[in-house]
């Protein structure tokens, strides 16, 4: 368990939660609101529109041409009632009148409120008051009928309608909304009226869908104005208009019946002269030309309350708030799992990019069947934490290869510091390595009567001199697949077998086997070395090698700042003996023998009877407490390939 909270993994876990809860918190005190509303208005214009008009309803428009021919504006009471009075001999369901009526506008005003009062499916318009405005009241002839809504829209920061209202409450009383009188007077004749929902008697049932009312932080909103009875639109039509007639082709005849039979009929201005437009989220960029006008939106709102009532069309519902935190979470993890498996610039943008293009695809198709999935604030989860993990993992790397590179990049070859690296989970724990007891190769080297030759040099001569045996012993080392462990005044510690621990008896040979042969590539060194310095009258000296194999703990000794790579045991105790044995008949002449190589019957054990072998005798090594066969290497007979 320790070592998972040590892992990578873990920080990855934690980087990806904290970057999610950050996200969260963004996202509910409205720092990525906009941002989560234009995502929606996106979405909005890149759903499937309905590709025909809904021919549930029809416009009856007022533009400028038709003032022109009235003369002027606002259009009289008696053109009002005549056009009332015609659309009436047309049967249509309900007739809704969306042109203020609350002054008189002679001529023609008792003929208005007689064909006001004479049809009840007649609906027209009142606007609530909000701060000093008092609103405007609807017709006089009507007050007290229930045959006047409220045409209030809801206009969020930015100038974007994104939400409809059914009801609203004013005062001490409860206003029902003109679109939503209008689809009830056209769903009276399919038999169905507004009930309360059989699960949650806080919604409305109409038809086929029950209304859920919005809330203050539905979806991308934060704190909004919930007031009322409200839901989000879904501009199903799109900026396809719906039929629409001319005030002056109805009046002139023109309009045949079943036009607007049994249909929802509703007068609204188009005119530009009179500003009644709105931006919707199919406004791109809010330019010119992107506007719909009141009577339009209206119409739009009216079509999807009859749509949910009568084909079961889904409303707009956002994710709960849990649900919602979990998608950011999810998308945050999985940012965390991209930085930690992923270090390629390449790669990782690849990856983050799919990312984005997925989630759009999700909220995309999630808003498609009815339900506002966040965008943004996932998205900002899933690239936050992936580059933030990746950066950390980075970083982390970058002082994990430094510590290895700072043990063993000096002591091995390329090739096996490069390994040591892509295999570095099985090595580190905590910034140092893990210890390991391994199966080890053990081999010291020392300067006969360095001592002596110390004493006549100067010392930079003496640093050269013994840099340059230094810098050719270590060489043949690594050359040979050894870790250079440690330099001891004139001696050098190597070990062969680490720090990759050996799982065969094979392996243990070959390594002994590399041990040996380096030992003898270090004698000839010795032997070419030997006649350089003695041709630059510098003094000779006799190498001694001494090499035992058999288990050591292999590991980390030091402080965090200065860490050690080292082997530990007896094995290593052994060869360090064997280095220094001394016995009678063992040492020669230096100018007949400028090297000796020693090994301990451990690692006789692991060579074949190529090697030319010489059994010292039995020997009681300094510091053991039992005695141990020594063995001298005197070469290796070639060996056919």
């Known amino acids: 368990m320790r070592q998972f909270f040590q892992s990578a993994i873990w920080y990855a876990i934690i980087i990806s ?32 529109v309905i590709e025909h008009s809904d021919s549930r309803i029809a416009l009856i428009t007022i533009s400028e041409d038709d003032i022109r021919r009235e003369g002027h504006w606002p259009l009289p009471d008696g053109s009002i009632a005549a056009l009332l009075e015609t659309l009436v001999a047309y049967h249509p ?75 609203m409450d004013h005062g001490d009383e409860t206003g029902v909304s003109f679109a939503l009188l209008l689809a009830l007077g056209y769903l009276g004749g399919e038999g169905v009226a507004p009930e309360p929902d059989p699960n949650n008697d806080a919604y409305m049932k109409l038809g086929k869908t029950s209304f859920r009312p919005f809330e203050a932080t539905d979806g991308g909103y934060v704190d909004a104005d919930a007031s009322g009875y409200q839901f989000l639109l879904d501009y199903g039509h799109g900026r396809q208009p719906f039929p629409s007639y001319s005030l002056t082709s109805v009046m002139t005849g023109a309009v045949a019946p079943e036009a607007l039979t049994e249909k929802v009929v509703m007068i609204g201005v188009t005119a530009e002269g009179v500003k009644d437009h709105f931006y919707t989220p199919h406004s791109q960029g809010l330019q010119a030309g992107q506007q719909v006008v009141g009577i339009e939106l209206h119409a739009n709102i009216v079509s999807q309350i009859l749509r949910a009532a009568l084909d079961g069309n889904a409303t707009v519902n956002p994710l709960a708030d849990n649900y919602e935190m979990l998608w950011v979470l999810l998308w945050g993890l ?154 001891i005044g004139d001696a050098i510690k190597a070990d062969f077998g680490v720090p990759f621990p050996r799982t065969s008896e094979a392996a243990i040979r070959q ?24 041709e630059q009258g510098l003094p000779i000296v006799r190498m001694r ?86 063995y001298r290497v005197r070469g290796r007979e070639k060996t056919e390939r």
């Not at 809860?21 to 509910?28: F, K």
């Not at 008092?134 to 209030?152: R, V």
Request: charged content about 20%; proline content about 3%.
């Open 17 to 48: 939660v904290l970057g999610s809860l950050a996200t969260i918190g963004a996202h509910r005190f409205g720092a990525l609101q906009l941002l989560e509303l234009a995502a929606y208005d996106w979405s909005i214009r890149l759903k499937p």
């Open 93 to 167: 369901r309900v007739i809704g009148l969306d042109i203020y009526r609350d002054l008189a506008v002679p001529p023609g005003h008792d003929a208005l409120d007689q064909v006001l009062r004479a049809n009840e499916n007649i609906v027209a318009i009142t606007k609530f008051g909000e701060g000093k405005f008092d609103g405007i009241p609807g017709p006089p002839a009507l007050q007290e009928t229930g045959q006047i809504g409220f045409n209030d829209i809801l206009v969020d920061s930015g100038g974007i309608v994104r939400r409809g209202l059914l009801f």
């Open 334 to 487: 999985l940012g965390g799992a991209v930085g930690l498996g992923i270090r390629s610039p390449l790669r990782f943008s690849l990856c983050v990019s799919i990312g984005f293009v997925v989630l759009g695809v999700i909220a995309h198709e999630a808003l498609k069947g009815g339900f506002w999935i966040p965008f943004v604030a996932p998205v900002i989860a899933w690239i936050m934490t992936s580059a933030v993990t990746t950066a950390y993992m980075s970083m982390q790397e970058k002082r994990q290869r430094a510590t290895l590179m700072h043990l063993f990049s000096r002591h091995v070859s390329p090739e096996v510091a490069e390994t040591l690296w892509q295999e570095r989970e099985q090595f580190l724990d905590g910034g140092r390595l893990k210890s390991q007891k391994l199966t080890v190769t053990s081999l010291f080297t020392d300067l006969e009567g360095f001592t002596t030759v110390s004493e006549g040099m100067e010392p930079a001569a003496l640093m050269d001199w013994l840099n340059t045996y230094m810098e050719r012993m270590a060489a043949h080392v690594m050359t040979h697949g050894g870790v250079v462990d440690n330099y």
């Open 511 to 534: 390594d002994v086997a590399n041990a040996v042969t380096c030992a003898l590539a270090m004698e000839q060194e010795m032997e070419q070395l030997s006649q350089y310095w003695q």
């Open 545 to 630: 090698v001494g090499i035992a194999t058999g288990p050591a703990v292999v590991g980390c000794l030091g402080s965090s700042d200065r860490l050690k790579y080292t082997t530990l045991g007896d094995t290593v105790n052994t060869a360090a003996r064997l280095e220094s044995f001394k016995k009678e008949g063992v040492d020669s002449d230096i100018k007949k023998d400028l090297c000796r190589i020693l090994i301990s019957e451990t690692t006789k054990q692991y060579l074949d009877d190529t090697w030319k072998l010489e059994h010292v005798g039995t020997a009681m090594l300094k510091g053991k407490n039992q005695s141990i066969e020594v």
